[in-house]
C-alpha cells in the first residue's frame, strides 16, 4: 500500500498544493472562477437557479458541495468547459485551506 501510494506521488502531474500560508483568498482568486465556470448555470432563471456561489458568504455555506463536485470533476457537467488544471488546483486549495475570504483570512 505505502509502495502504490509513493508510486501515485512519483507520477501525478500535478499534486495538490497544501501549503496554506499562500491560500488562494476567495475574493482575489476563487470568485473569477466561479464567474467563469458556474455561474452560467447557477444563477436565479439559469439551469440550476437555487444554488448560488457568486458571493462568499453563500460560497462558504456550500463549501463542502462545491468541494466534492470540484474534486469529483463532477461540476461543471461535461455540456460545460471544464475547469483547467490550474482553475482546479485554486479552488481545491481554497477548500483545504478553511475556505478564507481574503489574503489575510488564511493566515491564522
Ligand atoms: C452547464 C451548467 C452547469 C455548470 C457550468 C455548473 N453546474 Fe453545478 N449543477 C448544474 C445542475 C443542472 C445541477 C443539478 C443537477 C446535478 O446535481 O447534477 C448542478 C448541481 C450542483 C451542485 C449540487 C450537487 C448536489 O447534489 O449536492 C453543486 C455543489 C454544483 N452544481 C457546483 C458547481 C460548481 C462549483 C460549478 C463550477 C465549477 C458548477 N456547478 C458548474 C449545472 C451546472
Redesign the pocket.
Known sequence: MVLTRAYLVRTRRSVLDTDCTTAAPFYEDVAP??ER??T???HPGG??GT?R?GTYEDAFL?RQ??L???YSC????S??PD?TSDERQI?LKWFVCGAPATADAGSD
Open positions: 472562477i466561479i465556470r458556474c452560467v448555470c447557477h439551469l440550476e444554488l456561489f456550500l458541495k462545491m466534492f463536485q470540484v463532477r461540476m461543471p457537467p455540456c460545460a475547469l479552488m
